[in-house]
């Protein structure tokens, strides 16, 4: 089953302009991470959130946690054509089951030169 | 070249034939992983493996079979290929299990006909 949901499914926005991405999830975690899929590629890591953390920073990157309500988002500020990708949310879940991260669904993301 | 690798990128089989993806990896990560990524789904865990001759299983392990004898490698078996079947499949390694990145590999797509 899933555990994390992507919200929008899709966005598309100008070159330059910020790109929001959510992400929810049902149980507690110890982290929950970003990746980054170009068409017919595998998987990239973007940014790993700790579930004590609140913020985290990378280049364009920043995403937010919020634990209390079971969500996070990924803002890519001055976005690029080279951002066209889907994102994807996982988490590492705690208290137990398989290990391994679980996915959401994705957002995929066009950016319009 | 370090990384991770799978190998084939493309397959077409038949109903009812086994068939084996190959994965690679040069890290010596502990955590290999098999997902497989369909339309409406995103990316679910099939097996895992904590170390060599440690496997188990992950959401949807049913029809699939894998070992790990050497540490750098982790081959997915689908012992008699359904239409079902038919996916794009992901490798991934971690050096850990809590708070790592997972380094996922090219993917192969698999096409059962």
């Known amino acids: 089953s899933q555990q994390g949901e992507e919200d929008p499914q899709a966005l598309s926005i100008q070159e330059g302009e910020n790109a929001t991405m959510n992400c929810s999830y049902k149980t507690s975690i110890n982290n929950l991470q970003w990746y980054r899929q170009n068409s017919g590629r595998g998987l990239v890591h973007l940014i790993l959130?700790?579930?004590?953390?609140r913020e985290k920073h990378s280049g364009r990157l920043r995403v937010t946690l919020d634990t209390s309500k079971k969500s996070s988002s990924l803002l890519i500020t001055a976005s690029r054509a080279a951002d066209t990708a889907s994102y994807f949310c996982?988490?590492?879940?705690?208290?137990?089951?398989?290990?391994?991260?679980?996915f959401g669904k994705g957002t995929h993301l066009i950016i319009q030169p | 070249d370090a990384g991770i690798t799978q190998s084939p990128r493309y397959k077409i089989t038949e109903t009812g034939r086994q068939v084996t993806l190959m994965c690679h990896q040069t890290?010596?990560?502990?955590?290999m992983f098999w997902y497989r990524q369909d339309l409406g789904h995103g990316l679910r865990l099939i097996y895992y493996?904590?170390?060599?001759?440690?496997?188990d299983k992950g959401e949807v392990p049913d029809g699939y079979v894998v070992s790990r004898s050497k540490t750098e490698n982790f081959p997915l078996t689908l012992e008699s290929a359904t239409r079902s079947q038919t996916s794009v499949y992901f490798c991934a390694s971690s050096e850990g299990h809590y708070n790592t990145e997972a380094f996922f590999g090219q993917g192969t797509r698999l096409t059962v006909v």
């Open positions: 890290w010596s990560h502990s955590y």
């Open positions: 996982a988490t590492d879940a705690s208290g137990g089951g398989a290990d391994g991260l679980t």
């Open positions: 493996s904590a170390a060599a001759d440690i496997t």
């Open positions: 959130i700790r579930s004590n953390e």
